[in-house]
């Protein structure tokens, strides 16, 4: 059963250090997505990456967010310094260009 | 950007009962998706419908492109079907293909 994977599940930090957060997409998918879910601003896209090559960030603070894939099976996402507003559930989802996106089960941040 | 609006922002139901939850969008699209998030935080996909009607189970979808609308359908209600539904819509072309933006969601309590 392909599934997307995130790790880590859980991630606890202190303001001002670095937090990277690592997605494995399903297997021959094309498209990979970062999202950020709060309370107060819903599901929000940060990046987008087809065929591993990034194709639209601007839903990312870009001063201190930075999305990579280094190759097919591992897409990154990492802040640096965190602050205690990025805490929030970050999920990556794949999926094939324009079709249906199946999400992983999320990163749950906390910056104290 | 196009903008996505799904009403009730919030529903209760008892077991065994019916529901139609909708969503609006401001603009054309060519990619529509309706998903649920479990209790547990999971985002599960339940149709990929830019156009027509789709049945699964319970649950069916009707999205009619002409006139910026999708209905999502859940018959016999049950406990295991609580959660937040939310729409999420993509327009063509360029970097934009792909690409979700997401409804507020329906909050869904179903009680025994």
């Known amino acids: 059963d392909a599934r997307v994977t995130q790790t880590p599940r859980d991630k606890v930090t202190e303001m001002g250090q670095e937090v990277t957060m690592r997605c494995q997409p399903i297997l021959g998918h094309n498209t990979v997505f970062w999202y950020r879910q709060t309370m107060m601003q819903g599901l929000e896209l940060l990046a987008y990456?087809?065929?591993?090559?990034?194709?639209?960030d601007s839903g990312m603070p870009k001063d201190r967010f930075s999305a990579e894939m280094p190759d097919a099976t591992l897409a990154t996402l990492k802040i640096q310094p965190s602050e205690p507003r990025d805490s929030a559930v970050y999920f990556c989802?794949?999926?094939?260009?324009?079709?249906?996106?199946?999400f992983g089960p999320g990163t749950r941040l906390t910056v104290l | 950007g196009i903008q996505v609006e799904q009403s009730p922002p919030d529903l209760i139901l008892q077991e065994g009962a019916n529901s139609t939850l909708r969503c609006n969008f401001s603009?054309?699209?060519?990619?529509l998706q309706w998903f649920h998030q479990n209790p547990w935080g999971q985002l599960i996909n339940l149709f990929y419908?830019?156009?027509g009607t789709k049945q699964n189970g319970r649950l069916s979808a009707t999205t009619v492109a002409t006139e910026r609308y999708s209905l999502l359908y859940i018959s016999s209600s049950q406990t295991t079907d609580s959660g937040v539904y939310f729409c999420?819509?993509?327009?063509?072309?360029?970097?934009?293909?792909?690409?979700?933006?997401f409804g507020q969601g329906t909050i869904l309590t179903v009680h025994p």
């Open positions: 989802a794949s999926g094939l260009s324009g079709g249906t996106q199946y």
């Open positions: 990456f087809r065929n591993r090559a990034p194709l639209d």
């Open positions: 999420a819509v993509g327009k063509a072309g360029g970097t934009s293909y792909g690409k979700l933006t």
């Open positions: 419908i830019p156009s």
């Open positions: 603009d054309s699209v060519n990619n």
